[in-house]
């Protein structure tokens, strides 16, 4: 998540955020809360709806001290007296799935969440050695990446592990189209793609709540990458159509209230960024791309602040996405290769 965006045209209900651990009301029976996140993007949000007579907990945090410590001072304080209910997680990226496990166990709680997002988590924590397979090394090099960087790229699946605690034996899943009842409140799940896999987002019709997960946010595109996984992945033309996809089903009005950064309305609008965003890397790309170019040369046409190693590796994957998508969409072709480097070249 790299890309800061224009947002003039949203309104902010909320527009001062909770102090750290410390939960707002922002409508009846909703509370906001920000737990620390030792990165640039500096926080997660974490929403706490009401359950009968207890709390169900909407993402974790990482896993690490400041969380656990923060979690344990809202059971002793702000919530003391109503218990929580159940954990929902919404992806499998460490800010919001790390601390499931613990919570799970701490307040037996069951964890909710998708099949994709419980199956991605597991099978990281139980094959880590298989993130250093030559064949996914080869992956980067071959897109013209700096044997160097690719070991940068490497570690953070290593990082990945050290924020996330081991997710409970059982999980109930939960699938697009899924009613999920909370409190007095009926919520449709939905799900994203193109950010994380099945990514689910919840939507209350009544009160016109939009639980967005990383899918749209104010300010920042979500990151949109490809991994040596799936290295020929769409994730790009999956964002996009998942994105054109919410607009007939959520009003504009709705208060979108995502895993970052501030609540807000004006979702239509937001959509509508967030694509041209896309459309405007894409020209640039295309721009750069008249002569053949690998996907680290066509890099600098669309990151133009210098990188550190964490950002790069993201910055770089999300190039690949777009250069996937636009090869897929028949404006990019693949070119001869140079020295053993795959290039591509504007149609
Ligand atoms: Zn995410
Ligand atoms: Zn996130």
Redesign the pocket.
Known sequence: MTQKLPADKLRFPFPQPPAAGEPIEIAQGILWLRIPLPFRLNH?NIYLLEDGDGWAVLDTGIANKVTRDIWEALAAGPLAGRRLTRLIVTHF?P??IGLAGWLAERFGLPLLTTQTTYLQCLNISLSPGALDMQVYRDFYIRRGLKSEMTAVVFTQGHAYLKMVAPLPPVFERIAAGDRLKIGGRDFEILIGEGHAPEQAMLYCAEDKLFFAA?QVMEKISPNVSVWAVDPHGDPLGLYLRSLKNLKPGLPEDALVLA??HRPFIGLHERLDELAAHHAHRCDAIHEAAREPKSAAELLPAIFHHPLDPHEMSFAFSEVLAHMNYMLRQGTLAWAEPRDGIELVIAR
């Open positions: 997660i990226h800010d919001h990383d895993g970052h």
